[in-house]
């Protein structure tokens, strides 16, 4: 059964992984905002309009990065656990000046967990597939377009 569970199907990796994944980007996105919250609140004094728009910049970058991990790229997952990191680091001082002492660490919490989960081996072995199955779809692209040209001298000469 084991071997079931480790298989993919043809276009999708294996559901251990890509829950793993979701897990992963569900986390970040709440974390996000709650890391949103707490910096707007204790840091910095924006608008509505700059908060609104920060965040969304934000989350729009996040969406673009977490794309591309879709994608295998090691480098994006990379760039996603230190993103977790960071935000775990800049909500930590809050809990020292903060009266909701919960929601900071509850969003510490996320992102530690975030970061940790991003660097186990199960999120690792989903970039790996994803990358491989593109690796292998761009071969194959390759020997199509070989031999379509191949065909097509052919039919020239």
């Not at 204790?42 to 996040?62: P, R």
């Not at 760039?79 to 020292?96: E, M, R, T």
Request: glycine share 6%; charged share 20%.
């Amino acid at each position: 059964m084991k071997d079931e569970e480790e298989k993919g199907s043809l276009l999708f990796p294996p559901w251990r992984l890509m829950g793993r994944f979701l897990l992963v980007t569900m986390m970040l996105i709440a974390g996000t905002a709650f890391s949103g919250i707490t910096i707007f609140s204790y840091y910095m004094e924006l608008t509505l309009k700059w908060q609104i728009g920060i965040l969304f910049s934000t989350i729009g970058v996040f969406c673009i990065v977490n794309f591309r991990v879709t994608r295998g790229s090691f480098f994006c997952a990379n760039i996603l656990k230190y993103y977790a990191l960071i935000l775990a680091c800049v909500c930590i001082p809050a809990l020292l000046i903060e009266q909701d002492y919960l929601f900071t660490l509850f969003t510490v919490f996320l992102m530690l967990s975030a970061f940790y989960l991003i660097s186990g081996k199960t999120y690792q072995k989903l970039v790996q597939y994803q990358h491989d199955f593109f690796e292998d779809i761009k071969e194959a692209r390759e020997i199509v377009e070989k031999e379509m040209e191949r065909a097509n001298m052919n039919k020239r000469g």
